[in-house]
């Protein structure tokens, strides 16, 4: 059951203040999570970090950093990002607990990451439009915004409630699926394919986009491609585009 809780990671993207990175390492560990992402962090290594860790150091020992978010969930095949407030396209939004579970049963076979704003404006649109689904954890209306750390700490609570549900109950409750799922770097590839077939059939005009391809990019992402999927729908865009070529 422990190696299904590594294939989880936690990302945390341009954080500013060390001692949240330090305070979610300790929170992952006292959650059984260990693998730490981080991304562009403004202040790190930092003895801060290194101080709020208390036993939790080879968390930050073992932390991958990371130059931008993408780089930081490529090859992951779920990943929900946190959000406070709701956004102007609205994603699928998850409570804490269905996103807990959902990450425990797919990290029994994919790999899946959980990802966390800036302490003083979140994730920006485009980072929130990379994942699946969206978590908010209900708060006061009034000041709905917990620390870094805290929400990491509530989610990774919720996620290690999960895994001794699963424990419990001894139910392996997988979903089938034929084919291995998609990765954000596959679907992210045969994104940037399909818009180049709609720019050259005037469908989509760059210096205009309006939301075109963030609406395709939410319907791809709801779906979960799987791998022979993505393929198939390479081959038509290769296609398409050969043929008006030749004409
Ligand atoms: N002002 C920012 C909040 C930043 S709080 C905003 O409106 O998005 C820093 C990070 O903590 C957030 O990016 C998110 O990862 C997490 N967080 C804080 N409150 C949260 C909540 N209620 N639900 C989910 N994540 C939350």
Not at 164 to 172: I, V
Not at 174 to 193: F, G, I
Request: aromatic content about 4%.
């Amino acid at each position: 059951m422990s190696e299904q809780l590594d294939n989880i990671r936690i990302v945390l993207v341009n954080t500013s203040h060390p001692g949240n990175i330090g305070a979610a390492a300790r929170a992952m560990k006292n959650m059984g999570l260990s693998r730490l992402y981080l991304v562009q962090p403004k202040d790190y290594p930092s003895g801060v970090a290194l101080g709020r860790a208390a036993s939790a150091l080879e968390i930050l020992d073992n932390a991958v950093l990371c130059d931008n978010l993408q780089e930081a969930i490529g090859d992951c095949t779920l990943v929900i990002g946190t959000s406070a407030r709701s956004r102007r396209i609205p994603w699928p939004v998850l409570e804490p607990d269905q996103c807990a579970r959902k990450i425990v049963h797919e990290a029994q076979t994919q790999q899946v990451a959980l990802v966390f704003g800036r302490e003083d404006h979140g994730l920006s649109n485009e980072e929130l439009q990379l994942c699946h689904f969206h978590v908010q954890i209900p708060a006061n209306p009034d000041y709905s915004s917990l620390n870094l750390a805290a929400a990491v700490m509530v989610l990774c609570y919720e996620i290690y409630q999960q895994k001794l549900q699963l424990e419990s109950s001894g139910a392996e409750e997988q979903e089938e699926w034929d084919k291995e799922l998609a990765s954000v770097d596959e679907v992210e590839r045969y994104l940037e394919h399909l818009e180049e077939l709609l720019i050259q059939i005037d469908f989509h005009d760059p210096d205009n986009p309006r939301q075109l391809m963030r609406r395709l990019r939410r319907l791809y992402k709801r779906v979960r491609l799987d791998k022979m999927e993505i393929n198939i729908l390479h081959g038509i865009v290769t296609e398409s585009r050969r043929m008006l070529d030749k004409k």
